[in-house]
């Protein structure tokens, strides 16, 4: 009974924190009476569903009930867990201002709904939907109904806007991001993942379009970048006086890749990904040999290793200083010189 009460208490925070709960799985198998042996050494496995129809999650008024801290969150002990921090945005201290006064009033022409009494605040960063913090300047994938209906693109977060006294601003959301569009549609041929360039193409976009922060790379391999011994040591968080090797980026700062093999927001990422290269039979027989080849190369070398220890008797691995490797390495090439006859 404990144990029920214990379990619907989790569901009930997992729910309120914003998690999905599989509504498939919420018949407790606790509530099953199992009407023979067989059936209680066997406990049904809980269905599991690939339909997203099937996840859900609690509704905006009990979501926003939990943020910040009151009675609810006392009760369930999400007091210290942490506030919901979706669309919360940090002001960036700048006085609120005129559109034509920030970089969006720079980029667009006046807006005919705003007049000069009309002010905005701009913002450091923004925690999107998926809890990502994104600042100004970050790499994101935002939703861009125009010319790309249903469609996503890789963009550059320009500035965070909140119009003063709106609703979103008294909740501390923003009311339109900036985003910069960075063009994705070359891939390079190194890393096979998409080159990035930022285009002169700016949308003023809702929060809910932005989907998610993407981790950008310098292309290191076109600018031939090195490594030199720049990065400190710290040892118990001290700074010490070696350094380590650092990559020293050189040449052009924005010549950027998006990393598509990043694993969180997968989803999202994996519609840029750069397809691999169809291999032609010859290509795929002759990988497939070199492995099969090098596999019974290790095992060759691992028997004859073994034959070498047991002719060589007890006393012999008694031996002080006598290493298995050189043996090793020994069998290895004898073995290679063998093949090759
Ligand atoms: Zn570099």
């Known amino acids: 009974m404990n144990r029920y009460w214990e379990n619907l208490g989790n569901r009930i925070r997992h729910l309120l924190s914003g998690g999905l709960i599989n509504i498939l799985a919420l018949a407790d198998p606790q509530d099953a009476q199992p009407d023979t042996a067989t059936n209680a050494a066997n406990p049904p496995p809980t269905p599991f569903s690939f339909s997203a129809a099937d996840w859900h999650t609690a509704g905006a008024s009990p979501l926003n009930l939990m943020r910040g801290s009151n009675t609810a ?69 935002a939703k861009h109904g125009d010319a790309n209906f249903g469609g996503t693109v ?56 932005v989907l998610c922060t993407v981790n950008v790379q310098h292309n290191c391999s076109a600018n031939s970048c090195t490594t030199a011994k720049t990065r400190p040591v710290f040892q118990e968080r001290e700074i010490t006086e070696s350094v380590r090797d650092a990559v020293h980026h050189v040449g052009a700062p924005f010549d950027l ?4 093999a990043q694993m ?6 994996q519609q840029f990904r750069v397809p691999c290269v169809v291999l032609d039979e010859v290509a795929e027989e002759r990988i497939i040999e070199a492995s099969v080849r090098r596999e019974i190369d290790v095992r060759k070398v691992r028997s004859a290793a073994k034959a070498v220890q047991a002719a060589a008797g007890g006393t012999a691995n008694k031996r002080a200083g006598a290493p298995a490797h050189p043996q090793r390495l020994r069998v290895l090439k004898e073995s290679g010189s063998a093949r090759g006859k």
């Not at 959301?173 to 096979?192: C, G, K, N, T, V």
């Not at 969180?264 to 990422?269: E, G, L, M, N, Q």
């Open 73 to 141: 969150t006392h009760y369930l002990g999400l007091d210290e867990w942490g506030e919901l921090k979706t669309g919360r945005c940090t002001w960036d201290k700048v006085p609120a201002r005129p559109f034509e006064s920030t970089i969006s009033g720079r980029v667009f022409a006046p807006i005919a709904q705003w007049s000069t009494q009309t002010l905005f605040k701009t913002n450091a960063d923004v925690h999107l939907q998926n809890g990502d913090k994104c600042t100004i300047g970050q790499f994101v994938i």
């Open 154 to 209: 890789t963009a550059r977060v320009e500035e965070i806007l909140q119009l003063q006294g709106s609703p979103s601003e008294r909740s501390g959301m923003p009311d339109f991001i900036l985003i910069r569009i960075a063009a994705s549609d070359h891939a390079d041929d190194i890393y096979r993942m998409p080159q990035l360039s930022l285009k002169n193409q700016y949308y003023l976009v809702e929060f809910k379009d």
């Open 257 to 260: 890749v998006l990393n598509t």
């Open 264 to 269: 969180r927001d997968a989803i999202h990422v």
